[in-house]
């Protein structure tokens, strides 16, 4: 989708739209200063290909910020084309260019094909974006989602995979922090509970996940135990997030490494962290420290920020063509 917005006709329409609702309810922002901001951006997307430079000058970049300029782009289209079809739309969700939605027939067979079509062609009628549609089914794809609408009236879900997945999931022996299974399997035990609808797949999945985790090399004597805290914990699982604290500031130092398994656990490094620099006895907290202006660091926390090291993808895998053979310019034909 990015690459199919075309430039002008989305810088015209957005910076009308935002010109349309300041103040209403929205206040944080100057119009102007934001749509100068917006035709900056997008209208310098600057590309290197070897020894050359070009510049975009149709189509949404795929290195800038793509999803809510997509989003609100098509938003617009669909606050007009929408309200119309109401009597056949009972649900429309869209996310960026990915559209769910349920459709109520007419009840004449011939007229409902009709009216479908007809819908198809208004949703295609916006500065050339064209849209891919599924036939209507019961029974559809949506992201992860399988959705089904049951003989019953009631929609069931299930985890959606394609088949093409190899489920290369990370092995054993691949040097990765140890906390690294224990967050694969809850967060996954986790969104398979969450998707599933029925019991059965939920068990089902969670099954056939296990296996795939022992092909990869894991012992039943690992993994046991992480998938029982796992659906224990998913069944607690509450979506609504706590009250912030807004009495209790989390001023945060990161401690960036380059993660080795060899390197100290990061609970060791926590206990240096506390007993050497953020409370050393006999010393001042760091947070009471005060710099030469006489404020307080206000330090209360470190975070360990690993990143991976090269691996032999980075290695092997060249992407730089640049020195491996004619320049790129010398193709160029005036």
Same mark, same amino acid.
């Given at each position: 989708?990015? /690459?199919?917005?075309?430039?002008?006709?989305? +810088?015209?329409?957005? &910076?009308?739209?935002?010109? %349309?609702?300041?103040?209403?309810?929205?206040?944080?922002?100057?119009?102007?200063?934001?749509?100068?901001?917006?035709?900056?951006?997008?209208?310098?997307?600057?590309?290197?290909?070897?020894? !050359?430079?070009?510049?975009?000058?149709?189509?949404?970049?795929?290195?800038?910020?793509?999803?809510?300029?997509?989003?609100?782009?098509?938003?617009?289209?669909?606050?007009?084309?929408?309200?119309?079809? &109401?009597?056949?739309?009972?649900?429309?969700?869209?996310?960026?260019?990915?559209?769910?939605?349920?459709?109520?027939?007419? @009840?004449?067979?011939?007229?409902?094909?009709?009216?479908?079509?007809?819908?198809?062609? /208004?949703?295609?009628?916006?500065?050339?974006?064209?849209?891919?549609?599924?036939?209507?089914?019961? %029974?559809?794809?949506?992201?992860?989602?399988?959705?089904? +609408?049951?003989?019953?009236?009631?929609?069931?879900?299930?985890?959606?995979?394609?088949?093409?997945?190899?489920?290369?999931?990370?092995?054993?022996?691949?040097?990765?922090?140890?906390?690294?299974?224990?967050?694969?399997?809850?967060?996954?035990?986790?969104?398979?509970?969450?998707?599933?609808?029925?019991?059965?797949?939920?068990?089902?999945?969670?099954?056939?996940?296990? !296996?795939?985790?022992?092909?990869?090399?894991? /012992?039943?004597?690992?993994?046991?135990?992480?998938?029982? &805290?796992?659906?224990?914990?998913?069944?607690?699982?509450?979506?609504? @997030?706590?009250?912030?604290?807004?009495?209790?500031?989390?001023?945060?130092?990161?401690?960036?490494?380059?993660?080795? @398994?060899?390197?100290?656990?990061?609970?060791?490094?926590?206990?240096?962290?506390?007993?050497?620099?953020?409370?050393?006895?006999?010393?001042?907290?760091?947070?009471?420290?005060?710099?030469?202006?006489?404020?307080?660091? &206000?330090?209360?926390?470190? /975070?360990?920020?690993?990143?991976?090291?090269?691996?032999?993808?980075?290695?092997?895998?060249?992407?730089?063509?640049?020195?491996?053979?004619?320049?790129?310019?010398?193709?160029?034909?005036?």
């Amino acid at each position: 989708m990015y /690459t199919n917005i075309p430039t002008e006709p989305a +810088i015209a329409c957005i &910076s009308a739209y935002l010109r %349309s609702i300041h103040g209403k309810p929205f206040q944080h922002y100057h119009p102007q200063t934001l749509i100068d901001a917006i035709e900056i951006v997008f209208r310098n997307n600057v590309i290197q290909f070897g020894d !050359t430079y070009w510049r975009q000058i149709s189509g949404t970049g795929m290195g800038i910020s793509r999803p809510p300029w997509a989003t609100i782009f098509y938003a617009l289209h669909e606050n007009n084309f929408l309200p119309p079809w &109401s009597h056949h739309i009972l649900f429309y969700k869209r996310f960026i260019d990915d559209v769910f939605g349920i459709w109520i027939p007419h @009840p004449s067979p011939a007229q409902d094909t009709i009216n479908w079509c007809s819908f198809k062609q /208004t949703m295609q009628q916006w500065h050339g974006l064209q849209w891919d549609f599924t036939p209507l089914s019961t %029974s559809c794809n949506f992201m992860d989602l399988t959705i089904t +609408i049951t003989p019953s009236g009631h929609l069931s879900t299930t985890l959606y995979e394609k088949a093409q997945n190899l489920y290369l999931y990370i092995p054993p022996h691949s040097a990765h922090p140890s906390g690294m299974l224990s967050g694969l399997v809850h967060g996954n035990i986790l969104r398979i509970h969450r998707l599933c609808s029925s019991p059965e797949d939920i068990k089902r999945k969670s099954s056939e996940f296990f !296996t795939r985790l022992t092909h990869r090399g894991y /012992t039943t004597k690992q993994l046991t135990p992480l998938f029982t &805290s796992a659906h224990q914990r998913a069944l607690l699982y509450n979506p609504t @997030p706590p009250p912030k604290n807004t009495l209790h500031k989390d001023n945060k130092l990161f401690f960036h490494l380059s993660f080795h @398994p060899e390197d100290p656990k990061p609970s060791t490094i926590h206990k240096l962290w506390d007993s050497v620099v953020a409370n050393p006895p006999a010393h001042q907290p760091l947070h009471h420290v005060t710099n030469l202006h006489g404020v307080p660091t &206000s330090i209360n926390n470190l /975070t360990i920020a690993y990143s991976r090291p090269p691996n032999l993808r980075n290695k092997f895998s060249i992407r730089n063509i640049v020195g491996r053979g004619r320049d790129v310019s010398s193709y160029l034909v005036d």
